[in-house]
C-alpha cells in the first residue's frame, strides 16, 4: 500500500516524522536537567518544552533518516541511542508536567499538556535500563525489517529476493505457487521477531502505565480529543457504514480469482486466498486488474503504461549521451539515470497539482536530500516515507520508486505529508502535528480522488477528450476501489491485533492465530497453508515492527472522501462526486492551506468543520462516490453465496460475516 510513512521507533506525535549522523555538540542529556525552574508557570513550562523540543529534533530525525538510508549496525546503534535520550527526556517533561495538574491555565498550554503525554507511540519506563532495552529492540526489530531478504538455494546458487522482487511476483505473476512462493518467503524474514516483539510489547505496556493509561492501546486511543471508549466504537460505527460495500467487492472479487485459480484454489472457505490478491499484505488489490477489470475494451487511462512509455523515453534520450556502441556499464548506468529522471518527473507532477492551487514549490534543498530511488551500495527502508528534519522547511522524501501508478499515487500521498509539514511549521512544536493521525494521512490522498478524474488526466495528456461512458466509468470506479476499500478493514484489523496484545486479551502463545482469526473476520482472507505459532505473521507488515499506530490509516480513507466533498463544493463544482477535480482552483487551495496551517493547535472536531461543514467524521462521501460500482457489483453478484466463514477451529475466536446469497 501506499501509505506509507514513519519513524521506525517512536513515530512522534503520529506525524511521519521520520526521525543523521551525531554531531559532537552533543544535546544535555535528561539527567543533567531534572529539575524545572523555581517558580515556573504552566504557559512558561510549555514555551521552555517547545524550546528545547526544537533543539534536539534535528539530531534526533537525522539519525532515524540515517537508520532509514543506510541500515547497518551502526545506523541503528546511532537510532536507538537518540531515541533513549529523546524518551528520557520525553519521561522528564511528563514528569514535570505532574505539577501543573488542577491548576489554572490557558487553554492552549493545557492542550499541549496533553498532547506531551501522547507525544509518542512507544511509551518508554522510567527505568534507564529498560528505557535503553527498549530502543534498540525497535531498532532492531527495524533493521531486519529494512534488510529482509528470502533466499533460496546454497553456496553460489544460492538467490536472495528483497521486498520489492517478492512483491513483483505478486503483482505481475499468475503462477499459483510462484506467487504463494514468494508470499510465504516474505512472511519468513519476520519468524526472527517473536521474542523481540513479545519483550517489546511488555516494554512499552510499562511504560505506558506509568503514564497513567491501562496499556498502550488504552493510550494510542487517547489521542483522538474523545475517551478510548468512544474512539473504539466510532471506529466500528465507522466501518459499519462502508462494510456492505467491502462484501460486494469481496464476492466479486472470489467469483474471479475462482474463475482464474479454479473452484478450489481460488477461495479458503469462502475467504481470498492470501497469496493471490496481488499484495503482501491483501490491503490493495489494484495489481489484480488484469483478473477484475470489468470492461476489458473500454477507453482506459493506463497511467503505468504511460510512465513506462515516459521511462523508455528518458532512457533513449541517455542512450544518445554514450554514442552508438554503448558498454555494458554504459547500459547499466543509462538505465539508472533514466529511473532518477522518471521517479522526479513523477514527483514534479504531483508537485504541479498542489502549487496549481495556490500552494509554494517544494524547497531546493528537497530535491538535494530526497531518496528518489534504491540505491545500490546498501540496505535502506524502501517503505514509501515523508520527512519534516528540522521544524524548518527540510523535508523529505524516501522512496524506492518505479515507474506504475501504485508509486505515482502514493507520491501524490507522500507530498501531501511533506506540505502539511510545511504548512504547520509556523505552529509551537508541540502543535506541529495533524489535527489527529488520520488527518495526516488523509491530505495526499484527497489529491489522489482528484487526480484520477478524466478532467485532471486530459490535462497531463494520460487520456483524450472523449466523454466517459457507463463501461469507462466502471472501470475507472473499480480500479479506484481496488485500492480504497479493498484497504478499509486492513486499516482496522492491525490495531484490533495489538489492542488485544496490551491489553493482554491475546496471548503470547496464540499471536498468530489471533492474526489470522482478525483477518478472517474483517477482511476475509486466509492463508492456503497452516501458520502457526513457529511464524510471527504481523511481523512481515512494516507497521508492526516500526510501531506505527494503524488505526489512522482507517479513519484517513473516510476523511479523504470527506475533504475531497467538502473540497469539491468550495470550488463551485455541481457534477457527480466521482468526476470532480479541483486542479488549479485557488479557492478550494486557500480553504485546504488553511486547515493544513491548524495542525494539532484545536480539536479535530473543529478543523473538520471548518473545510467540510461537520465536526463528525462519516462515510456517507464514499458511498456518494462509489454509488454507481456499488449498484453494478450487485448486479454482477446476483445469485451469488456471498460473506465468509472462518474455519470450524477458528469460529469461536472471530465471528466472521455470514454467508448469504444475492437475490
Known amino acids: 500500500m501506499k501509505h506509507r510513512h514513519l519513524l521506525l521507533a517512536i513515530a512522534i506525535g503520529g506525524s511521519l516524522l521520520a526521525l543523521s549522523a551525531c554531531k559532537k555538540d552533543e544535546p544535555t542529556p535528561a539527567s543533567d536537567a531534572k529539575s524545572a525552574p523555581q517558580g515556573e508557570t504552566a504557559d512558561q513550562f510549555i514555551a521552555r518544552v517547545n524550546e528545547e523540543y526544537r533543539a534536539m529534533y534535528p539530531e534526533m530525525t537525522a539519525s532515524q533518516w540515517l537508520s532509514n538510508t543506510y541500515i547497518n549496525d551502526d545506523s541503528q546503534l546511532l537510532e536507538a541511542k537518540y531515541n533513549e535520550r529523546f524518551l528520557a527526556q520525553l519521561n522528564l517533561w511528563i514528569e514535570q508536567a505532574r505539577k501543573f495538574e488542577g491548576q489554572k ?91 523481540d516483539y513479545t519483550r517489546f510489547a511488555e516494554l512499552v505496556n510499562e511504560g505506558a502505565k506509568e503514564l497513567g493509561y491501562a496499556d498502550t492501546g488504552e493510550m494510542w486511543r487517547s489521542g483522538y480529543d474523545m475517551t478510548p471508549a468512544e474512539m473504539s466504537a466510532e471506529t466500528d460505527r465507522l466501518w459499519g457504514q462502508v462494510k456492505p460495500l ?98 522526479k518527473q513523477m514527483t514534479e507532477r504531483a508537485q504541479d497539482f498542489y502549487v496549481s492551487m495556490g500552494m509554494p514549490r517544494l524547497p531546493k534543498s528537497y530535491w538535494e536530500k530526497t531518496q528518489f530511488i534504491k540505491p545500490l551500495d546498501r540496505d535502506v527502508v524502501c517503505h514509501a516515507s515523508a520527512w519534516d528534519m528540522n521544524m524548518a522547511g527540510d523535508v523529505r522524501t524516501k522512496m524506492c520508486t518505479k515507474p506504475n501508478e501504485e508509486d505515482f499515487t502514493t507520491i501524490y500521498h507522500e507530498l501531501g505529508h511533506v506540505y502539511y509539514y510545511l504548512a504547520y511549521n509556523k505552529q509551537p512544536p508541540l502543535f506541529q502535528n495533524g489535527a489527529h493521525d488520520g488527518f495526516h494521512e488523509a491530505i495526499g490522498d484527497t489529491m489522489v480522488l482528484a487526480m484520477m478524474t478524466p478532467e485532471y488526466q486530459k490535462t497531463i495528456g494520460l487520456i483524450g477528450d472523449e466523454p ?105 463544482y455541481k457534477g457527480p462526486l466521482y468526476n470532480c477535480s479541483f486542479y488549479g482552483n485557488k479557492v478550494a487551495g486557500q480553504r485546504y492551506w488553511a486547515m493544513l496551517e491548524k495542525g494539532a493547535s484545536q480539536p479535530w472536531q473543529d478543523t473538520l468543520k471548518e473545510v467540510t461543514g461537520s465536526d463528525k467524521m462519516d462515510a456517507s462521501a464514499v458511498l456518494e462516490y462509489f454509488a454507481p460500482l456499488q449498484d453494478w457489483l450487485k448486479q454482477q453478484n446476483e445469485g451469488q453465496t456471498c460473506g465468509w466463514q472462518p474455519p470450524a477451529e477458528n469460529a469461536s475466536a472471530a465471528a466472521a460475516t455470514p454467508a448469504r446469497k444475492q437475490g
Open 105 to 195: 491555565m490557558s487553554p492552549q498550554t493545557a492542550r499541549a499538556i496533553q498532547l506531551l503525554k501522547l507525544m509518542t507511540s512507544m511509551p518508554a519506563p522510567k527505568d534507564p535500563a529498560k528505557l535503553a532495552e527498549l530502543t534498540q529492540i525497535a531498532s532492531r526489530m527495524g533493521g531486519m525489517y529494512g534488510a529482509g531478504k528470502y533466499c533460496t538455494g546454497e553456496g553460489d546458487a544460492q538467490k536472495c529476493r528483497d521486498l520489492g522482487q517478492l512483491e513483483d511476483v505478486l503483482r505481475k505473476s499468475r503462477d499459483y505457487d510462484a506467487q504463494l512462493d514468494a508470499w510465504q518467503g516474505w512472511h519468513s524474514v519476520a519468524q526472527p521477531m517473536r521474542k
Open 468 to 572: 466517459q461512458n457507463h463501461d469507462a466509468l466502471i472501470n475507472a470506479q473499480m480500479r479506484m476501489a481496488l485500492a480504497k476499500v479493498s484497504f478499509m478493514p486492513f486499516g482496522l484489523m492491525i490495531d484490533r491485533w495489538r489492542w488485544g496484545v496490551f491489553d493482554g486479551s491475546i496471548k503470547t502463545g496464540d499471536y498468530n492465530k489471533a492474526w489470522w482469526d482478525l483477518k478472517a473476520k474483517y477482511q476475509g482472507v486466509a492463508p492456503v497453508t497452516a501458520r502457526g505459532e513457529d511464524y510471527f505473521d504481523p511481523g512481515a507488515k512494516y507497521h508492526v515492527p516500526g510501531n506505527t499506530p494503524y488505526t489512522r490509516y482507517f479513519l484517513s480513507h473516510i476523511l479523504q472522501f470527506q475533504f475531497y466533498k467538502g473540497l469539491c463544493d468550495a470550488s463551485g
Open 246 to 343: 467491502y462484501e460486494q467487492l469481496h464476492c466479486y472479487t472470489r467469483t474471479k480469482l475462482q474463475a482464474t485459480y479454479g473452484a478450489d484454489k481460488g477461495q479458503v472457505n469462502g475467504m481470498l486466498p492470501a497469496h493471490l490478491t496481488g499484495n503482501m499484505w491483501q490491503q490493495d488489490w489494484g495489481n489484480l486488474w488484469d483478473i477484475l477489470q470489468p470492461y476489458k475494451n473500454a477507453p482506459d487511462a493506463n497511467i503505468s503504461d504511460a510512465l513506462q512509455t515516459q521511462y523508455q523515453d528518458d532512457y533513449a534520450k541517455e542512450l544518445t549521451k554514450v554514442g552508438p556502441s554503448p558498454t555494458s556499464t554504459q547500459l547499466f548506468e543509462a538505465d539508472r539515470a533514466a529511473q532518477l529522471r522518471v521517479a
